[in-house]
């Protein structure tokens, strides 16, 4: 079992940045991938960013988040990070972290392969 809980959420202006760190308990933090995920009102949960294990450190993102925001983890901490520059009004969403025991290559986009997750952090840019 792994618990998840995610900070750093908040209210930034258009072109600010924000950092969120999802801690994670567990001694096997290392083994899972971690991915962020979000969700506006009225829309479906979207794919954001992931990362694999400690092995390679693949990371994936969703093509409008690349080049502003970076997933990052720290095994030692347990913690996954998602630092995101340039935010704009379309970011704003809740923003989930997830752990996934056997998410493969090219499943990091599909939420149903994840096995944890957070309560959620609210992201809010304003214009």
């Known amino acids: 079992q792994v618990q998840l809980v995610e900070s750093g959420g908040g209210l930034v202006q258009v072109g600010g940045s924000l950092r969120l760190s999802c801690a994670a308990s567990?001694?096997?933090?290392?083994?899972?991938?971690m991915g962020w995920f979000r969700q506006a009102p009225g829309k479906e949960r979207e794919f954001v960013a992931a990362?694999?294990?400690?092995?390679?450190?693949?990371?994936v993102y969703t093509d409008s988040v690349k080049g502003r925001f970076t997933i990052s983890r720290d095994n030692a901490k347990n913690t996954v990070y998602l630092q995101m520059n340039s935010l704009k009004p379309e970011d704003t969403a809740v923003y989930y972290c997830?752990?996934?025991?056997?998410?493969?290559?090219?499943?990091?986009?599909?939420?149903?392969?994840?096995?944890?997750w957070g309560q959620g952090t609210q992201v809010t840019v304003s214009s």
């Open positions: 997830a752990a996934g025991g056997g998410t493969w290559y090219g499943e990091e986009r599909d939420w149903t392969k994840y096995d944890f």
């Open positions: 990362i694999h294990r400690r092995t390679d450190g693949y990371t």
């Open positions: 567990g001694r096997t933090f290392s083994s899972y991938v």
